[in-house]
Nanobody, 125 residues
């Protein structure tokens, strides 16, 4: 059974860092595009970053470019989102998701097939 599990969220002060993990089971994550999305209360789900399955190329939302880095670890069947210089507006539930058909990842939630349960990130002093 295909499953994604996020972890690493928490409470951090503005300017701080967190690293989110997305661990996959039931499939080999390297063969899939993986996206990170977030959803704040009262707002729509927003694409944050994604990594393509074949090229490994990454895509970032303008709001996180230069602060967030997505990476893969095939040995651990996991994808990570390193988040630096966090701002209060980064506060949200963060989700990872997989997509098996596109050769290049996109920050479009509707194309992703399976989602994790999410992890809360709160940036506050």
């Amino acid at each position: 059974q295909l499953q994604l599990v996020e972890s690493g969220g928490g409470l951090v002060q503005p300017g701080g860092s967190l690293r989110l993990s997305c661990a996959a089971s039931g499939f080999t994550l390297d063969y899939y595009a993986i996206g990170w999305f977030r959803q704040a209360p009262g707002k729509e789900r927003e694409g944050v970053s994604c990594v393509s399955s074949r090229s490994g190329s990454a895509l970032y939302a303008d709001s996180v470019k230069g602060r967030f880095t997505i990476s893969r670890d095939g040995a651990k069947n996991s994808v990570y989102l390193q988040m630096n210089s966090l701002k209060p507006e980064d506060t949200a539930v963060y989700f990872c998701a997989e997509e098996s058909t596109a050769s290049t990842c996109l920050l479009v939630a509707t194309i992703y097939d399976d989602w994790g349960q999410g992890t809360q990130v709160t940036v506050s002093s």
